[in-house]
């Protein structure tokens, strides 16, 4: 396994996705962030079955960077409960494992 993390996270537009992804990157707390500008969510959200489109974002940045990371999205998350999800990348390329470890330095 390797200290590499992905943070999927559901954004209410690609507009929203964009601003959040930048703030996150810029302040390093990523190295990088993949936005899927368009998606279809459906949940139960206060006792009604909602049907919503959303975007998707999938930061990459280093389990310690993890907390730093989900602090930074609640912050600038305009959902009162956005969708934080941590995933454990088991392996990858190892050049490109290095570059977003190393990029999260900088």
């Not at 190295?31 to 909602?50: F, H, R, T, V």
């Not at 930061?59 to 602090?71: G, L």
Request: hydrophobic share 45%; charged share 25%; glycine share 2%.
């Amino acid at each position: 396994m390797t200290d590499i993390r992905f943070i999927y996270v559901t954004a209410p537009d690609g507009n929203k996705a964009r601003e959040l992804a930048r703030k996150i990157v810029e302040e390093r707390a990523a190295a990088c962030a993949n936005i899927l500008p368009q998606m279809e969510s459906m949940y139960w959200w206060k006792g009604s079955l909602e049907t919503t489109n959303e975007a998707v974002i999938i930061f990459k940045t280093r389990a310690d960077k993890v907390d730093a990371c989900m602090r930074a999205i609640r912050l600038w998350h305009p959902y009162s409960t956005p969708c934080i999800a941590v995933l454990p990348i088991e392996a990858g390329d190892t050049d490109y494992l290095n570059w977003l470890a190393n990029e999260v330095e900088k």
